[in-house]
């Protein structure tokens, strides 16, 4: 992607950001190298550094003059390729849609220099972000198809657990142990923060 976009758009940084589903986070998929999506914290970027829904609203494209004093939000709030002393001023940006129209990310350009970007350049990187859009929701669906199957893996111990917690509710003598125990085998198979038990 990087070559052919330079020779189109020059620009100093590029991100491709996927949302969560709430779209308070975002995932920096241009920075991610291995295993799972979302399972690399740094490049986890917060609401606050970036707001895809103050930036771009109902649309699809982003032109921003000078990054620094948009009143909107953050543009370009977190890490880039240049360090933390280079500061991107301008950027254009463009919202990927999957195939039944909803957004499966966000593909921006950003450069140093500040007022860089027109309006037929945030056209050009929507017509470049038409043809990413289907390889990054390739991508999306089988980070999903991962987490289904690991679920589905889950689910499929739930009875081991269950004869587990019985067995050990019958053949274990002292009362706390059995609780402790029980609170354990639970755990594996259901997320709580406390557990409280009701004997009689």
Known sequence: LGAPVQNLLPHDAIELLIPDEAAEQH????????????????????????????????????????????????????????GADAEIRSVI???????GGSSLGYLLLGNLGPEFYWEEDADLLARVGAAVAPRLESVVLAWELDVL???????????AHLGRIAEILAT?????????????????VLPFSQCEFAIR
């Not at 199957?149 to 009875?159: D, I």
């Not at 274990?172 to 594996?188: F, I, K």
Request: proline fraction near 5%; charged fraction near 15%.
């Open 27 to 82: 995932y920096r998929l241009s920075g991610h190298v291995h295993g799972h999506l979302w399972s690399h914290p740094a490049m986890v970027v917060s609401r606050a550094q970036f707001s895809s829904a103050q930036l771009f609203a109902d649309g699809d494209e982003l032109l921003v003059s000078v990054a620094p004093s948009d009143r909107r939000a953050p543009v370009w709030g977190f890490p880039h390729q240049l």
């Open 149 to 159: 199957q690991s679920h589905l893996g889950v689910l499929r111990s739930v009875p």
């Open 93 to 99: 940006g463009v919202r990927l849609r999957g195939t």
């Open 172 to 188: 274990t003598a002292h009362l706390s142990v059995a609780t402790r125990l029980v609170a354990q085998e639970a755990a594996a």
